[in-house]
Nanobody
């Protein structure tokens, strides 16, 4: 069983920055593919960014060049650095873990990000 705890959300003005963190426990973190998803009111949950066990990353087109996903296997943590935030980035952001070879998905409880002037 993998437990995920997100932190770092909050309110920020357009153009501002936030860094989300997701602390993982319950398995060998380095074996997890990790990702950040978001869900805005009335919309489906969507992938924002992902990083594989090997460090390969991919991003939603809407955040390319503004967001950066990274991981620290020594700290069992994945990060999402969000720069040049826009009002349309407002959503609940969820951390996701896919442990290698299990076919399972684990989710954090979510952290709210609000971008507004």
């Amino acid at each position: 069983q993998v437990q995920l705890v997100e932190s770092g959300g909050g309110s920020v003005q357009p153009g501002g920055s936030l860094r989300l963190s997701c602390d993982a426990s319950g398995n060998i973190f380095s074996l997890n593919d990790m990702g950040w998803y978001r869900q805005a009111p009335g919309k489906q949950r969507e992938l924002v960014a992902a990083i594989t066990r090997g460090g390969r990353t991919n991003y939603a087109d809407s955040v390319k060049g503004r967001f950066t996903i990274s991981r620290d296997n020594a700290k069992n943590t994945v990060y999402l650095q969000m720069n040049s935030l826009k009002p349309e980035d407002t959503a609940v952001y969820y951390c996701n873990a896919k442990p290698y070879g299990t076919g399972r998905n684990y989710w954090g409880q979510g952290t709210q990000v609000t971008v507004s002037s």
